[in-house]
Protein backbone atom coordinates (compact mmCIF):
# COMPACT_ATOMS: atom_id res chain seq x y z
CA UNK A 1 0.00 0.00 0.00
CA UNK A 2 2.63 2.21 -0.15
CA UNK A 3 2.30 3.19 -3.62
CA UNK A 4 -0.78 4.48 -3.02
CA UNK A 5 -1.61 7.07 -5.26
CA UNK A 6 -3.58 10.47 -5.35
CA UNK A 7 -5.47 9.01 -8.07
CA UNK A 8 -6.28 5.78 -7.08
CA UNK A 9 -8.02 7.28 -3.55
CA UNK A 10 -9.72 9.37 -6.26
CA UNK A 11 -11.01 6.57 -7.57
CA UNK A 12 -12.31 4.82 -4.41
CA UNK A 13 -13.69 7.86 -3.23
CA UNK A 14 -15.55 8.17 -6.76
CA UNK A 15 -17.03 5.06 -6.51
CA UNK A 16 -18.10 5.48 -3.01
CA UNK A 17 -19.75 8.48 -3.71
CA UNK A 18 -21.91 6.87 -6.43
CA UNK A 19 -22.67 4.18 -3.49
CA UNK A 20 -23.66 6.75 -1.27
CA UNK A 21 -25.62 6.27 1.53
CA UNK A 22 -24.72 2.55 0.83
CA UNK A 23 -21.25 1.36 1.64
CA UNK A 24 -19.73 0.54 -1.47
CA UNK A 25 -16.50 -1.77 -1.61
CA UNK A 26 -13.92 -2.95 -4.19
CA UNK A 27 -10.08 -4.24 -4.17
CA UNK A 28 -6.92 -3.06 -4.82
CA UNK A 29 -5.23 -5.04 -7.32
CA UNK A 30 -1.12 -5.34 -8.52
CA UNK A 31 -1.63 -6.03 -11.77
CA UNK A 32 1.38 -5.82 -14.52
CA UNK A 33 1.64 -2.07 -14.66
CA UNK A 34 1.07 -1.48 -11.46
CA UNK A 35 -2.06 -1.52 -8.59
CA UNK A 36 -5.14 -0.86 -9.89
CA UNK A 37 -8.34 -0.56 -7.93
CA UNK A 38 -11.54 -2.44 -9.09
CA UNK A 39 -14.98 -1.55 -8.04
CA UNK A 40 -17.11 -4.20 -6.10
CA UNK A 41 -20.70 -4.85 -5.63
CA UNK A 42 -21.89 -5.00 -1.96
CA UNK A 43 -24.55 -7.80 -1.54
CA UNK A 44 -26.04 -6.86 1.50
CA UNK A 45 -29.13 -5.52 2.58
CA UNK A 46 -28.23 -3.01 5.00
CA UNK A 47 -26.70 0.56 4.20
CA UNK A 48 -24.55 -0.73 7.87
CA UNK A 49 -22.15 -2.78 6.34
CA UNK A 50 -20.76 -4.54 3.29
CA UNK A 51 -20.56 -7.93 1.65
CA UNK A 52 -18.20 -8.42 -1.08
CA UNK A 53 -19.65 -10.52 -4.14
CA UNK A 54 -17.42 -13.34 -4.07
CA UNK A 55 -17.19 -13.16 -7.63
CA UNK A 56 -16.00 -10.03 -7.86
CA UNK A 57 -12.98 -11.10 -6.10
CA UNK A 58 -12.64 -14.28 -7.77
CA UNK A 59 -12.49 -11.55 -11.02
CA UNK A 60 -9.87 -9.69 -9.21
CA UNK A 61 -7.93 -12.80 -8.78
CA UNK A 62 -7.55 -13.81 -11.53
CA UNK A 63 -6.83 -10.52 -12.91
CA UNK A 64 -3.56 -9.97 -10.96
CA UNK A 65 -2.81 -10.11 -7.10
CA UNK A 66 -5.32 -8.87 -4.54
CA UNK A 67 -3.15 -7.03 -1.78
CA UNK A 68 -5.94 -4.47 -0.18
CA UNK A 69 -9.83 -4.90 1.10
CA UNK A 70 -11.35 -0.93 -0.24
CA UNK A 71 -14.93 0.16 1.97
CA UNK A 72 -16.98 3.29 2.53
CA UNK A 73 -18.20 5.23 5.80
CA UNK A 74 -20.72 7.32 4.53
CA UNK A 75 -21.34 10.35 7.17
CA UNK A 76 -18.60 8.35 9.24
CA UNK A 77 -14.87 8.78 9.98
CA UNK A 78 -12.89 6.63 8.71
CA UNK A 79 -11.21 5.26 11.64
CA UNK A 80 -11.64 1.60 11.29
CA UNK A 81 -15.13 -0.50 13.75
CA UNK A 82 -14.64 -2.89 15.87
CA UNK A 83 -16.12 -5.17 13.24
CA UNK A 84 -13.51 -3.29 10.39
CA UNK A 85 -10.59 -4.76 12.48
CA UNK A 86 -11.95 -8.21 13.13
CA UNK A 87 -12.54 -8.37 9.22
CA UNK A 88 -9.67 -7.00 8.31
CA UNK A 89 -8.15 -10.33 10.65
CA UNK A 90 -9.98 -12.68 9.14
CA UNK A 91 -8.75 -11.59 5.56
CA UNK A 92 -5.35 -11.24 6.67
CA UNK A 93 -4.98 -7.83 4.03
CA UNK A 94 -4.93 -3.86 4.41
CA UNK A 95 -8.05 -2.48 4.70
CA UNK A 96 -8.96 0.97 3.12
CA UNK A 97 -11.23 2.86 4.50
CA UNK A 98 -12.68 6.24 3.22
CA UNK A 99 -15.79 8.57 4.45
CA UNK A 100 -17.50 10.01 2.21
CA UNK A 101 -18.41 12.77 1.28
CA UNK A 102 -15.63 14.72 3.12
CA UNK A 103 -13.02 12.46 1.40
CA UNK A 104 -10.30 11.18 4.40
CA UNK A 105 -9.19 7.94 4.61
CA UNK A 106 -7.21 5.39 6.50
CA UNK A 107 -5.19 2.31 6.25
CA UNK A 108 -5.76 -0.59 8.71
CA UNK A 109 -3.45 -3.87 9.03
CA UNK A 110 -3.81 -7.11 10.29
CA UNK A 111 -2.32 -6.99 13.17
CA UNK A 112 -3.91 -10.44 15.27
CA UNK A 113 -6.61 -8.30 16.83
CA UNK A 114 -9.11 -10.18 18.84
CA UNK A 115 -12.09 -8.67 20.18
CA UNK A 116 -13.06 -9.11 23.70
CA UNK A 117 -15.39 -11.49 24.83
CA UNK A 118 -17.26 -9.02 26.87
CA UNK A 119 -18.36 -5.42 26.07
CA UNK A 120 -18.04 -5.73 21.94
CA UNK A 121 -20.51 -3.75 19.58
CA UNK A 122 -22.71 -6.28 17.52
CA UNK A 123 -22.60 -6.79 14.03
CA UNK A 124 -24.55 -9.38 12.36
CA UNK A 125 -22.15 -12.07 10.58
CA UNK A 126 -19.25 -10.29 12.21
CA UNK A 127 -19.68 -10.24 16.24
CA UNK A 128 -22.73 -11.39 16.89
CA UNK A 129 -23.85 -14.31 19.16
CA UNK A 130 -22.35 -17.28 17.11
CA UNK A 131 -19.38 -15.06 16.67
CA UNK A 132 -18.82 -14.89 20.57
CA UNK A 133 -19.55 -18.85 20.98
CA UNK A 134 -17.09 -19.28 18.23
CA UNK A 135 -14.65 -17.19 19.83
CA UNK A 136 -15.11 -18.38 23.57
CA UNK A 137 -14.59 -21.51 22.77
CA UNK A 138 -11.32 -20.44 20.87
CA UNK A 139 -9.86 -18.51 23.11
CA UNK A 140 -11.20 -20.93 26.31
CA UNK A 141 -10.78 -24.26 25.37
CA UNK A 142 -8.74 -24.12 22.67
CA UNK A 143 -11.43 -25.51 20.20
CA UNK A 144 -12.06 -24.10 16.17
CA UNK A 145 -15.76 -23.87 16.01
CA UNK A 146 -17.24 -24.31 12.10
CA UNK A 147 -18.02 -21.13 10.90
CA UNK A 148 -21.79 -20.57 9.16
CA UNK A 149 -22.90 -18.06 5.98
CA UNK A 150 -25.52 -16.12 8.34
CA UNK A 151 -27.79 -14.01 5.59
CA UNK A 152 -29.22 -11.43 7.57
CA UNK A 153 -32.53 -12.02 9.37
CA UNK A 154 -32.24 -15.61 8.62
CA UNK A 155 -34.37 -16.49 10.89
CA UNK A 156 -37.52 -14.63 9.45
CA UNK A 157 -36.96 -16.26 6.29
CA UNK A 158 -37.23 -19.85 6.64
CA UNK A 159 -33.60 -20.32 8.36
CA UNK A 160 -33.39 -22.99 11.12
CA UNK A 161 -29.23 -22.31 11.51
CA UNK A 162 -28.63 -23.07 15.01
CA UNK A 163 -31.00 -26.47 14.57
CA UNK A 164 -29.51 -28.16 11.41
CA UNK A 165 -26.11 -27.04 12.45
CA UNK A 166 -25.33 -27.85 16.15
CA UNK A 167 -24.04 -31.21 15.08
CA UNK A 168 -21.85 -30.35 12.23
CA UNK A 169 -20.06 -27.59 14.83
CA UNK A 170 -19.37 -30.33 17.10
CA UNK A 171 -22.17 -30.80 19.56
CA UNK A 172 -24.58 -33.14 21.17
CA UNK A 173 -28.07 -32.41 22.18
CA UNK A 174 -28.44 -32.56 26.46
CA UNK A 175 -31.49 -30.88 27.06
CA UNK A 176 -32.60 -31.79 30.50
CA UNK A 177 -29.63 -33.20 31.75
CA UNK A 178 -28.08 -31.14 34.81
CA UNK A 179 -26.22 -27.74 32.99
CA UNK A 180 -22.47 -27.67 32.76
CA UNK A 181 -19.75 -25.01 32.48
CA UNK A 182 -19.36 -24.41 28.62
CA UNK A 183 -22.88 -25.70 27.53
CA UNK A 184 -24.25 -23.59 25.05
CA UNK A 185 -28.17 -22.34 24.77
CA UNK A 186 -29.94 -21.96 22.06
CA UNK A 187 -32.82 -19.93 22.45
CA UNK A 188 -35.88 -18.08 20.68
CA UNK A 189 -36.58 -15.09 20.95
CA UNK A 190 -39.63 -13.26 18.78
CA UNK A 191 -38.95 -15.64 15.88
CA UNK A 192 -40.33 -19.02 15.07
CA UNK A 193 -37.14 -21.01 15.47
CA UNK A 194 -34.07 -20.52 17.57
CA UNK A 195 -32.32 -17.92 16.91
CA UNK A 196 -30.24 -16.88 20.12
CA UNK A 197 -27.28 -18.36 22.01
CA UNK A 198 -25.03 -18.07 24.55
CA UNK A 199 -22.47 -19.91 26.43
CA UNK A 200 -23.54 -20.96 30.44
CA UNK A 201 -20.40 -20.13 32.45
CA UNK A 202 -21.56 -22.21 35.21
CA UNK A 203 -22.86 -20.27 38.65
CA UNK A 204 -26.27 -19.43 36.87
CA UNK A 205 -24.41 -17.19 34.82
CA UNK A 206 -24.73 -16.88 30.69
CA UNK A 207 -22.04 -14.99 28.54
CA UNK A 208 -24.50 -13.56 25.17
CA UNK A 209 -24.33 -11.04 22.46
CA UNK A 210 -28.45 -9.82 21.73
CA UNK A 211 -28.67 -7.64 18.61
CA UNK A 212 -28.05 -3.73 19.14
CA UNK A 213 -26.35 -4.39 22.36
CA UNK A 214 -22.57 -5.16 23.68
CA UNK A 215 -21.89 -8.71 24.12
CA UNK A 216 -22.13 -9.12 28.40
CA UNK A 217 -22.36 -11.70 31.31
CA UNK A 218 -25.85 -11.98 32.95
CA UNK A 219 -27.72 -13.99 35.12
CA UNK A 220 -29.43 -17.17 33.84
CA UNK A 221 -32.55 -17.26 35.17
CA UNK A 222 -36.12 -16.13 34.57
CA UNK A 223 -36.87 -15.21 31.20
CA UNK A 224 -33.44 -16.55 29.41
CA UNK A 225 -34.20 -20.07 31.18
CA UNK A 226 -37.60 -19.32 29.59
CA UNK A 227 -36.72 -18.70 25.74
CA UNK A 228 -34.19 -21.42 26.11
CA UNK A 229 -35.02 -23.78 23.80
CA UNK A 230 -32.36 -26.67 23.47
CA UNK A 231 -29.27 -27.32 25.09
CA UNK A 232 -26.14 -28.52 23.90
CA UNK A 233 -22.44 -29.62 24.59
CA UNK A 234 -19.46 -30.01 22.86
CA UNK A 235 -18.55 -33.61 22.03
CA UNK A 236 -15.23 -33.06 23.71
CA UNK A 237 -16.66 -32.09 26.71
CA UNK A 238 -18.97 -35.27 27.21
Known amino acids: MSDLSIFLVSAVLEHARQEFPRESCGLMVLVEGGLVYRP ?33 HPNASPAPSEADRVMCERWGLPWLIVNVPVGHWQVLHPSGYRPPLVGRPFSHGVLDCFSLIRDYYRETLGLELRDFERPDDWWAKGGNLYLEGYEQAGFVDVTGAPLREHDVLLMQLRSKVPNHAGVYLGADVVL ?29 LC
Not at 208 to 228: C, D, I, M, N, P
Open 208 to 236: HHLQASLSKRETYSGFWAKVTRKVVRHRT
Open 40 to 72: CRNLAESQAHFHLAPEDFARAEAEGEVVAVVHS
